[in-house]
């Protein structure tokens, strides 16, 4: 089994920061992307930012100079730095990551609980 744990959410002002973190634990040969997704009420999910195990980068240009997404291959951890909040930015943030469990097989995709982010005066 795979399991994906995300902390750090919670309430913030506008123009304040956060820090999401995003744990993959289990049995895990090698991880391959891993990034953030976010869900506002009413809204599809849409990407934030997405980190490739070589170290590739890309945001939604939502987020481009405000959010930082990095990771810690040593931990199977991914960490997103969100700076410059804003209320729009208020949603439920989903970690992902492609797993390979074994080198017999493709990765899959696997999705963390999610993590609540409010912005608001």
């Known amino acids: 089994q795979v399991q994906l744990v995300e902390s750090g959410g919670g309430l913030v002002q506008p123009g304040g920061s956060l820090r999401l973190s995003c744990a993959a634990s289990?049995?895990?040969?090698?991880?391959?992307?891993m990034g953030w997704y976010r869900q506002a009420p009413g809204k599809q999910r849409e990407l934030v930012a997405t980190?490739?195990?070589?170290?590739?980068?890309d945001y939604a240009d939502s987020v481009k100079g405000r959010f930082t997404i990095s990771r810690d291959n040593a931990k199977n951890t991914v960490y997103l730095q969100m700076n410059s909040l804003k209320p729009e930015d208020t949603a439920v943030y989903y970690c992902?990551?492609?797993?390979?469990?074994?080198?017999?097989?493709?990765?899959?995709?696997?999705w963390g609980q999610g993590t609540q982010v409010t912005v608001s005066s």
């Open positions: 992902n990551a492609r797993i390979q469990r074994s080198p017999f097989f493709r990765d899959s995709g696997y």
């Open positions: 289990g049995t895990i040969f090698s991880i391959n992307a």
């Open positions: 980190v490739t195990s070589d170290g590739s980068i």
